[in-house]
């Protein structure tokens, strides 16, 4: 998530991209007078919308609560992005360039990090903004092969030398382009990531994310069904005799009348067929049943989500309404030992309700935390649990329903979409990440 608790000593300057330039503000810009504070200020008024902006040229940078390096974080800020800001700095402690309070809440210092230099080069080479409104956040890449990472040459204005490899079917967002002589001399169109290093382009492909989706009820009530199987078929039961049907498509949904049968050793499920009553084996579907015990926090407007990790089920709530439900993907097994079969949901999600720590458009981390052979950079729509899980959108697959990945919570991207804006609060504009206090964090039930 990238919400540090603490200063992060390790964070560095994002390489400019197009064109040669420093992290610093040009030699032109103006010098800001200085504060008549110069301690630290924990309060100053909000920022206008339509006022000066600061840039942050940065990978990441932390907006304080108040003006000290050693604050705790209200939230993060990513490169290329703007905000606005005070027409001048509240203090200059810890703090060279100045702390100017932000919109709508808390401070950044303007340095190595952030500019008020808003023509700055790292700003015009993070051309492509997040989209907040769209089913991904990004445009998003695979790698066709093995391919070289490279970074800018300090002090060239045209080379890049290579700083390690990625994987084939590595994920990424990208977020502009450039032209540049890789190492021996080749001259390159590179794809830029959001950490300011570059992918050939030649190397990638537009990533291709799952289409599906979960449901919105409505009016509508639990029970219903997804097909999690390829291949499944419809049957037709006369005289206490299963007769196959028509096939059915991969993540279908099927609203079940509540009506089930068993045959022998096979269980089937009702739902109504055109003009006649269908049935579905048990074996073939995940069914989300209707709830009929509540958490005591529940309220008449609560927004909530239940999810049971050992059927791979989400249902967000309003109060004991429920308004929507879909199908993520949670583990796979782990080796069995002498004594019991165990899965990462057993053993690596911790079961009872937990609060949405933070929010953010997007985080990284290492492969095997997706339970992946391959590099998964730019994981969408990202909500941090208190319980130490991640749930998130996944652009690189579409086992949704199925066991898949090494414990984290996945969504398909335009459910992970729907959950992110359905728990508020609504990041704030230029807002990469925020974090939430324990009483603002949306509850998550994680139930078997």
């Known amino acids: 998530m990238h919400i540090s608790r603490s200063p992060d000593p390790r964070k560095w300057a994002l390489v400019t991209a197009l064109v040669v330039g420093t992290t610093g503000c040009d030699d032109g810009a103006k010098t800001p007078a200085l504060s008549l504070s ?3 200020v924990r309060n100053a008024p909000v920022p206008p919308e339509n006022g000066p902006q600061l840039g942050v040229v940065s990978k990441e940078i932390q907006v304080r609560e108040y003006s000290d390096p050693g604050a705790p974080s209200l939230g993060a800020l990513r490169a290329g992005s703007r905000v606005a800001r005070s027409a001048e700095p509240v203090s200059h402690k810890g703090c060279a360039g100045g702390w100017y309070a932000v919109r709508p809440r808390g401070f950044v210092c303007v340095g190595a990090e952030a500019t008020l230099d808003l023509k ?31 970074e800018r040459v300090v002090g060239e204005d045209d080379s890049v030398r290579e700083v390690g490899r990625l994987h084939r079917r ?15 001399g080749a001259d390159s169109r590179l794809a830029l990531l959001t950490d300011g290093r570059f992918v050939r382009a030649s190397d990638l492909e537009a990533a291709k994310p799952s289409d599906f989706e979960g449901v919105e009820l409505g009016k509508r009530e639990l029970p219903l069904a997804f097909v999690v199987k390829r291949g499944v078929r419809t ?29 022998g050793k096979t269980k089937y499920w009702a739902y109504p067929g055109r003009g006649e009553e269908l049935w579905v084996r048990h074996q073939d579907v995940t069914v989300v049943q209707k709830r009929t015990a509540f958490p005591e926090f529940v309220r008449d407007q609560t927004r909530w989500l239940d999810v049971s990790v050992t059927a791979g089920t989400l249902v967000a709530y309003e109060g004991k309404r429920a308004t929507f439900a879909t199908l993520l993907s949670v583990a796979r097994e ?85 959950v992110f804006r359905f728990l508020g609060p609504e990041l704030p504009p230029g807002w990469h990440a925020v974090a939430l206090p324990p009483e603002q964090g949306a509850r998550v039930v994680l139930r078997k």
Do not use: C
């Open 170 to 184: 590595a994920g990424m967002a990208v977020v502009g382009s450039w032209r540049a002589k890789e190492p021996g």
């Open 235 to 263: 049957f037709r039961i006369n005289d206490g005799e299963a007769e196959k049907g028509d096939l059915l498509e991969y993540h279908a949904e099927l609203p079940l009348t509540g009506r089930f049968r068993t045959l």
């Open 38 to 40: 110069e301690g630290i």
């Open 120 to 150: 700055h080069p790292t700003l015009a080479a993070m051309a492509l903004a997040p989209q907040r409104d769209a089913e991904l956040p990004y445009t998003y890449a695979r790698a066709k092969s093995e391919t070289p990472l490279f």
């Open 334 to 418: 782990l080796p069995e030992t002498e004594t019991e079969t165990r899965t990462v949901s057993d053993l690596s999600i911790p079961l009872g309700t937990s609060t949405v720590r933070s929010k953010a458009l997007s985080t990284s981390l290492s492969a095997p935390s997706f339970g992946e052979p391959f590099e998964v950079a730019d994981v969408p729509w990202a909500l941090e649990l208190s319980s130490g899980q991640l749930l998130h959108g996944a652009y690189w697959h579409d086992r949704f329903g199925i066991e898949h990945g090494a414990g984290t919570l996945a969504l398909s991207p335009r459910d992970a979409a729907r």
